[in-house]
């Protein structure tokens, strides 16, 4: 039986540094909206769902979703992971993606090329390197996925430093089983661990390097952990929208194409031929988990 793949977006209006900014206009549409159809584009999602809050600030973005038939959850405004969980279980997820909606050139096929990781870490495009990590500490769970083996149980495009990031801030991917995920809504405690969503299952890792082609290892605390790489290393881009000037640099980029089709390589193709476009956000600081 194949596993039910849900694709969670978190959302919320009470951005600090950009409030409101998942309704921002964006070449005609909602930010939100680019999201939720870019990741509605993945051929191995089956479902595409907005986490927003129960907070009175976030009405507008559930009145939104409601009045144009996307699917939304509500739920805490602080534990994120929480909000996740709840959405995982109503949605009857066995994969769960984990998308932001500040994102809205997230590329459909680096979400796809993130999941079929964590289903078969052999089957690799050639474009893609990987490390796996190994977790230094222990807390049993159960691996059980209806009749499914998992390869991993927690795989993504990008970890906090000293572990790494090779893909534009922006094209952001996080994927983890329903079993790692409720291990880690029964067990995480930390704030940044609620809020952040997936820190308990990666950190305190290991990476091992390795080549083109996948190496497994099993953590004492039995979660296995794969980081996909992209090379050459274009991780310092920043495509994201938390600021200003982010808004800005986003709204230049889609007025230079005809539609919402576009892909990532196209941005860095445009990005070779306008480099000027870069330097309109290249001084925000990108925040940490810790901030």
Not at 27 to 48: C, N, S
Not at 119 to 132: H, V
Request: glycine residues 4%; hydrophobic residues 40%; aromatic residues 8%.
């Amino acid at each position: 039986m194949k596993p039910r793949t849900i694709a969670i977006i978190q959302a919320r209006m009470s951005s600090t540094r950009l409030p409101g900014k998942v309704l921002l206009d964006i070449a005609g549409e909602p930010m939100l909206v680019r999201v939720i159809e870019r990741a509605k584009r993945a051929k191995l999602v089956d479902e595409v769902v907005l986490a927003t809050t129960t907070d009175s600030s976030d009405d507008p973005v559930a009145e939104f979703c409601a009045e144009q038939g996307y699917n939304f959850t509500r739920g805490s405004l602080n534990d994120v992971l929480d909000r996740y969980y709840q959405a995982a279980r109503q949605y009857d997820a066995d994969v769960i993606v984990r998308l932001t909606a500040d994102c809205p050139v997230l590329d459909p096929d680096v979400v796809d090329q993130t999941i079929s990781v964590i289903a078969s870490g052999a089957k690799q495009s050639p474009s893609m390197n990987a490390e796996i990590a190994t977790s230094q500490e222990h807390a049993p769970r159960t691996r059980a996925l209806q009749g499914n083996d998992m390869e991993f149980d927690f795989v993504a495009n990008r970890l906090p430093p000293p572990m790494g990031r090779t893909f534009p801030i922006g094209l952001d991917a996080e994927v983890c089983t329903f079993t790692a995920l409720e291990n880690a809504w029964e067990n995480a405690t930390e704030k940044h661990q609620r809020e952040h969503v997936m820190p308990y299952l990666y950190e305190g890792t290991n990476l091992k390097p390795s080549t083109l082609n996948l190496q497994t290892g099993t953590s004492p605390k039995d979660f296995k952990i794969a980081l996909v790489n992209h090379h050459p290393d274009y991780g310092s881009l920043r495509w994201t929208v938390d600021t200003p000037e982010d808004l800005e640099f986003i709204r230049e980029i889609f007025s230079r194409f005809d539609n919402d089709e576009f892909g990532w390589k196209d941005i860095l193709a445009l990005l070779e031929k306008e480099p000027e476009l870069a330097k309109i956000n290249a001084d925000v600081h990108h925040k940490t988990l810790m901030e």
